[in-house]
């Protein structure tokens, strides 16, 4: 079961002027399922992107990143679940650009202006004859798709599920420059999750009016403040994609400087939008029991506090020590000794669990008894602090921790 993850309602959710979906059933993987999904965009929606860093990026991240950068217009996304076509050579490429072109031959559009999206089991080829046969149902469903309601955003959330466990989906409403903007964006992801990114797909989309020249960076800022600083299992996926769209149906005047009074508005209501799919992918970690928030202070810079961070919140030891409640924090210190900070002074070393001081001045504090580790263990929320001792940097990581249910799930993924 996921950890404290509620299941979203479509009554929660706000469509985005501009933005149509369609979701079907064309038995990718698995028949009587949702697992092909189209977004199809009005002329003149701006769109960001990041992917996965991955050297293995798969087929369609590839051709993602070859059309974003083509300079036509983005019209359509069209996302399978259920196969990656990573892994898949040359034939996953054609594939990947044969869906594009299937899909903008229905549309009148250039293959350019379409991006594809795969998530699911990797090396194998991607069933062309069911996703190909599929794409006038979805087509169909984006017809009937009313853009002021979330029914079909919820829809598109179950219809890119994989091991998820539960939908992930959310929404906001915000002001910039005296007009009503609104957001809604979906996620994908619960193994196969490190930063740069995760196994996931992101899906954000709002009215407000941003110039081209701003997603970019508007993209890589949102997925550095949220799925950049998640963690379930230390691997990165070949398939990772966090796609932000920006309709300009809201009516403020474009947004071209991020560092500007709206540019600041527009990422103070989004980032908690990203964060809060970010953290469903952590709380619906596959097998996990804890949501884990490991906070690093007093570093000399941001990196050395992310190796840190990363550090502990990868450790299989630390994440299984979770998982059984079992107050064994010796494990968190070796994981912050084998960082890589080659100067760093132990003695400085401050540990908090929860509430709990746990170590000062790299040792035991006196006051430590396990009975109250033991108490933050047994909680399904813990935040773990660590300070250096050695600058005014601090960042956070979000984890989960090992169950025996995360060998099972992967076990059996294939099966």
């Known amino acids: 079961m996921p950890v404290l993850l509620d299941v979203p309602a479509a009554s929660d959710l706000r469509g985005i002027a501009g933005v149509r979906i369609g979701v079907a059933q064309a038995g990718i993987r698995k028949p009587n399922r949702y697992d092909l999904t189209v977004f199809l965009l009005d002329e003149g929606c701006s769109v960001g992107a990041v992917f996965t860093q991955n050297r293995y990026a798969a087929a369609p991240v590839q051709v993602c990143r070859e059309h974003l950068g083509s300079g036509s217009g983005i019209r359509a996304m069209v996302i399978n679940t259920g196969n990656a076509n990573a892994g898949t050579g040359e034939p996953g490429l054609v594939d990947a650009r044969q869906t594009c072109h299937a899909l903008a031959r229905a549309l009148g559009l250039d293959h350019e202006q379409v991006l594809p999206f795969s998530t699911g089991v990797i090396m194998e080829p991607l069933p062309m004859d069911r996703l190909l046969a599929g794409l006038p149902a979805a087509l169909e469903s984006a017809s009937q798709h009313t853009a002021t309601t979330g029914d079909q955003w919820l829809l598109a959330a179950q219809g890119i599920m994989t091991t998820d466990t539960l939908p992930k989906a959310c929404s906001t409403q915000f002001q910039i420059a005296d007009h009503t903007v609104v957001a809604t964006g979906i996620a994908k992801g619960a193994g196969m999750i490190r930063p740069n990114m995760a196994t996931m797909l992101g899906f954000l989309a709002t009215d407000a009016a941003v110039s081209p020249e701003a997603m970019g960076p508007l993209a890589r800022r949102l997925a550095d403040a949220s799925f950049n600083r998640i963690t379930i299992d230390g691997d990165t996926s070949t398939n ?7 309709t300009g149906q809201a009516g403020n005047p474009p947004i071209t400087d991020l560092d500007g009074a709206d540019g600041n508005a527009l ?46 919140a990868h450790s299989p030891l630390v994440k299984t020590a979770f998982f059984a409640s079992d107050p064994n924090l010796g494990r968190i210190l070796a994981a912050v000794g084998y960082a890589g900070i080659s100067d760093l002074d132990v003695s400085r070393i401050e540990l908090h669990l929860g509430d709990v001081h746990v170590v000062t001045g ?54």
């Open 267 to 312: 990422l103070a209501a989004l980032t908690p939008v990203a964060r809060q799919l970010a953290h469903a992918i952590v709380r619906d970690g596959e097998g996990a029991t804890k949501f884990i928030a490991v906070r690093v202070n007093g570093g000399a810079s941001t990196d050395e506090c992310l190796k840190v961070a990363y550090a502990v």
């Open 362 to 415: 790299g040792g035991r504090h006196p006051s430590y008894r396990e009975a109250d580790g033991q108490r933050v263990m047994n909680q399904p929320e813990i935040l773990v602090q660590i300070g250096l001792g050695r600058g005014n940097a601090s960042e956070t990581v979000w984890t989960c921790d090992f169950s025996h249910d995360y060998v099972t799930i992967n076990a059996d993924y294939r099966s």
């Open 240 to 246: 990772d994609s966090f796609v932000v769209v920006a």
